[in-house]
């Protein structure tokens, strides 16, 4: 593997916002799932839970609700009173609709796809219809309550809406706007202890019972027709404030604000009998703060708390055999980059929701044996902090490889700043005459010589700007693909020599261009999974690619067709156990001195593969082991020999936002340990602990 040194950096400040509401596509396998900060992201449970989508949020854009409606279009409703449509190809808000109640606290669609239901703040439920090719319409009211309405369910059948709010959980009938029944959730609590009542989230099922979770960690079951009370459960004693329910209404999931989730499923009073009962079955913890949204999909319940976290845990009974599917998943970290390295300049760059921050890396000048920590002769300095005007969140950013060019982009707005440094001062200039491109940009990268950036747009185009001295640009070129395609570029990856650039868009297709010429020069064979990371080796000009199913292969851009090596591993196969990882490759890397080495990160784990050496042969007794770097040390040399591999991992670094190469021997991680993001998180319901 080699040794390197290594600058562990722990102080990019990112503290993921939380997660505010989730929204499961079950033809698609899709997770549609919003953030406190108005973030939207995608996550495809067919691609291996790879986020194949990210829409960065604003500063006055609230969003409560997320519904997938009319096949696989997105809508989302929240304090602002609009009702957006998501563009999922140009990663955008497409158009928005004004609900006219004021803040929308709750939406729903019905089984169709064809309606939404919006719940508001001045107590009405709204119905709209979803319009063919775009948008949605308003059709009618439904009957006006007091009192915001904070959840909504409709019926399998369409044909009634239950709403919940405060004391109350009302059942309207579609067809006439009517209240067919009004239940006053709090009647059973004695008078000397009553309180207010807050309905968080209910649930309506094709039997007619009402199934809701309140303020008071209660979980009640509701006969709609009588208004009668069937079952109540109370599963914390704070608040339960999300719940789900599964395709075939045999189990519910329920996420409390002591961040715990809890299973009911629907039982047996006896063995073979027919009188069935909810039962709670299963309780989990693997959340620290509320538990605001949660989903039941066929294999999983998944949850989404404000401490970020997303969770999915697999019900085991589903699953029939060990693969992704029976993996306990837990994503804090985006799967985008957040952090760009100017190699030449040792210069850091971190994106924040609204600002950008420039650090300086630290220096040594002693030397050391292995894993032992040197003192710094000169500390890590934070340069330059640049801040975005207006709402809008930035969508991407980079720093050139001197570090004398910054760039990000918003989703009305391209900045580009020259970056002079003199000595221990530095100054920042706003280049002027940035070209009026089409926006937003989705990936910024610059030339391995700094002079030219290139842009990653929608369609599949990517533009090419030359950068001038002292601080100018120069739009050169647009490229395009062939075929032509609706969504946007995503990744980019250029070639150390300036003559190739490779491109992927949403469709998973990856385009290589010609750079000398200024036009297409091939297409990679398509692949049935999302592209995760790729990059294009310094002298040989091999692309790596690596996929959501932790698939490599690596393409050959001269000859245009896969290497001799690729067609070696996917002939023989991966390691059963590096293709079950449940993180993916975020980033590539290579060695400059060892053309056979690869550098390799997702979240839990760094790898150098060398494609010098054999790869772990999967046996069909899944008996080989595909041992990491600290176990190869404690063997003894011929077992050491003998478990000799091309992957070479180290897992010392996680959680692992970004690793890069400086050079042949030096080596900068960035990681954000769970501790430090929790640290900076609101206290927890306060929970009484055993000895305390």
């Known amino acids: ?83 957006t449509e998501y563009d999922l190809e140009r990663l955008r808000p497409a158009r928005a609709v004004d609900g006219f109640g004021g803040p929308i606290w709750s939406m729903a669609a019905n089984n169709d796809g064809t309606r939404l239901a919006i719940g508001c703040e001045d107590g009405s439920v709204k119905l709209f219809q979803v319009v ?7 059709e009618k009211n439904l009957d006006r309550q007091k009192g915001r309405v904070l959840c909504l369910s409709w019926h ?43 309905v968080w989230s209910i649930a309506f099922l094709s039997s007619g019972t009402v199934i809701s979770s309140d303020s008071f960690g209660r979980v009640q079951f509701w006969d709609w027709e009588r208004g009668t009370l069937q079952d109540s459960h109370t599963v914390s004693s704070s608040a339960a404030l999300s719940l789900a329910v599964s395709e075939k209404e045999d189990s519910i999931v329920v996420g409390t604000s002591a961040g715990a989730t809890y299973q009911f499923q629907l039982l047996p009073v006896k063995a073979g009998g027919q009188e069935k009962r909810w039962v709670r079955t299963k309780p989990f913890q693997h959340h620290t703060h509320d538990v605001r949204a949660v989903v039941h999909t066929p294999t999983a319940l998944i ?50 929701s609204q600002h950008l921050e420039l650090w300086r890396l630290g220096s040594t000048n002693k030397t050391g044996k292995d894993g032992e920590t040197l003192p710094l002769s000169r500390m890590p300095e934070h340069l330059l902090q640049l801040k975005s005007k207006g709402p809008e969140h930035i969508y991407c950013s980079c720093v050139s490889p001197c570090g004398s060019w910054i760039a990000y982009s918003t989703a009305s707005r ?111 064979p398509t692949y049935s999974c999302a592209v995760t ?24 851009i001269p ?60 046996l069909p007794d899944d008996s080989a082991v595909l041992v990491n770097q600290s176990t190869l040390k404690q063997l003894s040399e011929p077992a050491r020999r003998r478990q000799l591999h091309a992957f070479k991992i180290c897992k010392k670094f996680q959680p692992l936002l970004f690793a890069d190469l400086l050079d042949e021997r030096c080596l900068v991680t960035v990681e954000r340990p769970a501790l430090d993001i929790s640290a900076q998180l609101p206290p927890p319901v306060q929970q009484k602990k055993f000895g305390t």
């Not at 993921?16 to 396998?29: L, T």
């Not at 409606?69 to 997105?74: N, T, V, W």
């Not at 063919?132 to 308003?138: A, E, I, K, L």
């Not at 089409?438 to 010589?449: G, H, I, T």
């Open 1 to 83: 593997m080699g040794e390197f040194e290594v600058h562990r950096v722990r102080f990019f400040g990112l503290v993921p916002a939380g997660v505010r509401c989730m929204a499961y596509q079950h033809n698609g396998r899709r997770l549609a799932l919003a953030r406190t900060d108005g973030a939207v992201e995608v996550y495809n449970f067919a691609a291996n839970y790879y986020m194949e989508k990210a829409i960065p949020g604003h500063q006055t854009r609230s969003v409560e609700a997320l519904c997938w409606a009319a096949g696989e279009r997105l809508f989302g409703a929240g304090l602002s009173g609009d009702i």
């Open 132 to 138: 063919p090719g775009g948008g949605v319409q308003f």
């Open 156 to 198: 399998p059948s369409g044909t009634h809406l239950a709403a919940g709010s405060i004391d109350f959980i009302r059942v309207l009938d579609v067809h006439s706007g009517r209240t067919a029944q009004r239940i006053m959730v709090n009647c059973h609590v004695p008078k000397s202890k009553k309180r207010e009542c807050v």
């Open 303 to 352: 949850s989404g708390g404000l401490d970020a976290q997303l969770v999915i845990r697999p019900l085991m009974e589903k699953v029939q055999k060990k693969g992704y599917d029976a993996a306990l998943r837990k994503f804090t970290l985006p799967h985008r980059r957040l952090v760009s390295c100017a190699r030449k300049a040792r210069l850091l760059l971190f994106q924040f």
């Open 414 to 524: 391209f900045h580009l700043y020259r970056v002079q440094h003199e000595g221990d001062s530095i100054s920042v200039k706003k280049v002027p005459g940035v070209p009026k491109l089409l926006l937003p940009a989705y990936q910024l990268q610059c030339a391995s010589d700094s002079g030219r950036l290139f842009i990653a747009s929608d369609r599949g185009s990517v533009h090419v700007v030359q950068l001038l001295e002292p601080g100018g640009c120069k739009h050169l070129h647009t490229l395009r693909p062939p075929t032509g395609t609706r969504e946007a570029v995503y990744l980019l990856a250029s070639s150390a020599d300036g003559n190739w650039l490779a491109a992927v868009s949403g469709d998973w297709e990856v385009h290589v261009y010609s750079l000398k010429h200024f036009k297409h020069h091939c297409t990679v």
């Open 533 to 556: 990371a790729l990059a294009i080796h310094p002298t040989t000009n091999n692309l790596f690619i690596s996929y959501s199913d932790q698939q490599l292969f690596e393409f050959s």
């Open 559 to 618: 000859e245009k067709q896969y290497t001799a090596w690729s067609r070696a591993v996917q002939n023989s196969g991966l390691h059963k156990l590096w293709l079950e990882r449940d993180s993916p490759i975020t980033h590539i890397a290579f060695n400059p001195k060892n053309t056979s080495q690869v550098l390799l990160h997702d979240v839990y784990m760094l790898c150098v593969l060398d494609k010098s050496l054999p790869c772990p042969q999967p």
